[in-house]
């Protein structure tokens, strides 16, 4: 069973940075793409940013390009949210999410295109 753990979320300023991680395991990750969205209360869930295991190749959203990078450390199973220039509408939950390319369809921007999440992790920016 795969199982996917955030960390790293916090109260921040404006303008300060945080990094989230995503630990994964219960699988062989070479065949997926790990993704990053976020809830802000009664809003609906937002892509933020993908990268996928094998290549390396990224996905941002608009909102966040120039400011959030997504890395991974594949020899820790780990994927990587840096974000920087935080701003209070970057308030919300963080969810780590992964699907396997194999068999999945869909885009990497809709939450629907992935097979399994994490608890969350919140973010709260000050302004």
């Known amino acids: 069973q795969v199982q996917l753990v955030e960390s790293g979320g916090g109260l921040v300023q404006a303008g300060g940075s945080l990094r989230l991680s995503c630990a994964a395991s219960?699988?062989?990750?070479?065949?997926?793409?790990m993704g990053w969205f976020r809830q802000a209360p009664g809003k609906e869930r937002e892509f933020v940013a993908a990268?996928?295991?094998?290549?390396?190749?990224?996905y941002n959203a608009d909102s966040v390009k120039g400011r959030f990078t997504i890395s991974g450390d594949n020899a820790k199973n780990t994927v990587y949210l840096q974000m920087n220039s935080l701003k209070p509408e970057d308030t919300a939950v963080y969810y780590c999410a992964a699907r396997n390319l194999a068999y999945s369809s869909g885009t990497y921007y809709s939450p629907n295109s992935y097979d399994y999440w994490g608890q969350g992790t919140q973010v709260t920016v000050s302004s």
């Open positions: 219960g699988r062989t990750f070479s065949r997926y793409a």
């Open positions: 990268i996928t295991w094998s290549g390396g190749t990224r």
